[in-house]
């Protein structure tokens, strides 16, 4: 089993974090996505969406999207649950996942993606006035996710689990974004802070 | 427990063709998403991203975001498994699910709601060019998908899944986004047939 990992981007940190909160270790293969390693004809054999990470299995069997890959090893190591426990625990895990993702990943993505100068080969059209129109729409919701998250330890409940870390790297991703964490979310900084204090952050 | 149901929008659907498939009746409550029903205070105070569905269980628990209602059902009655099965069939479907979402479904979304004059009051900003720019990234995801499917049955294998149901609400979502199929996605084409002649697909 290999791992074709993409360093610091969003999703490639996603599954590492993942395996560090799961104790597992898989040998990863190093791909440059600054130098456009995913587009090579290696990576666009193993996914013609030509993304990473992409778990490459011993009998060739390959799995592609971050989520899918944790969700395989959630499957075979289930201790500690990260994707919830029980019907009810694990449905909250997914509705807090998607929230995170749809709602804020993906707008911190877009901004990114349409603004930063760095993305002008990545996105075409890189469309400025949409990349801005994203930037509000993340605030809006890291404020709603401020009131929803109240006094609890983690997104979805009192345990630890995806969410937490597709929160965390959509976090971390608004500074390239340029986005910042209103002030006044007190109770995201302080989650923010416990999950960012985790060995696993490191990964 | 009673399902916030928003009739012919795609999420909506998505969840009543699960429900269809696995045999599950439950109790729907309709609200007129084009008198902007979802936004009223009672939806307001159920989901405050104000979306549909929204699932209330009869403890008052609430559970919204379609994928996670979907997953609750499974965890409850895991047959016909409709999220894979074993670990790496999971995974698969999980792959399948993602990649018609994150490549087909949002685009189809943004072209609707970036260009359709109805849509004006929905999506502010509106950016014609933005919803422009996902036509093409969606027929690019629709060859490459043909090229994928290939001769199997289902989107994730040999069996029916979420990733298919994802996958169908995606295409007929075309329709009011003025996104053809293109003709020579013979594939496509058989599979969507084969879907869209399940009774579920009328739900």
Not at 112 to 122: G, Q
Request: hydrophobic fraction near 45%; glycine fraction near 6%; proline fraction near 8%.
């Amino acid at each position: 089993m290999k791992l074709y990992d993409g360093g610091r981007a969003p999703n490639p940190r996603r599954v590492r974090i993942f395996l560090a909160e799961k104790g597992i270790e898989v040998p990863l293969v190093p791909v440059d996505m600054t130098a456009l390693g995913h587009k090579a004809p290696e990576i666009q054999q193993l996914n013609p969406l030509m993304r990473l990470p992409v778990l490459e299995l011993d009998d060739g069997t390959v799995l592609t999207e971050s989520v899918a890959i944790c969700r395989y090893f959630e499957e075979l190591n289930p201790e500690p649950a990260l994707f919830g426990k029980g019907a009810l625990g694990r449905a909250q895990v997914e509705m807090w996942q998607r929230r995170m993702e749809i709602n804020l990943m993906m707008q911190v993505g877009h901004a990114f993606r349409h603004i930063h100068p760095a993305m002008k080969e990545w996105e075409v059209p890189q469309i400025t006035e949409w990349g801005e129109a994203n930037k509000p729409k993340a605030v809006e919701f890291l404020r709603l996710f401020d009131r929803e998250l109240g006094d609890r330890p983690f997104v979805a409940g009192e345990e630890y689990s995806i969410a937490d870390i597709t929160g965390m790297i959509a976090i971390d991703f608004m500074k390239p974004a340029r986005i910042e964490l209103p002030q006044e979310c007190a109770n995201v900084r302080r989650w923010y802070e416990a999950v960012k204090a985790r060995p696993s952050a490191e990964a």
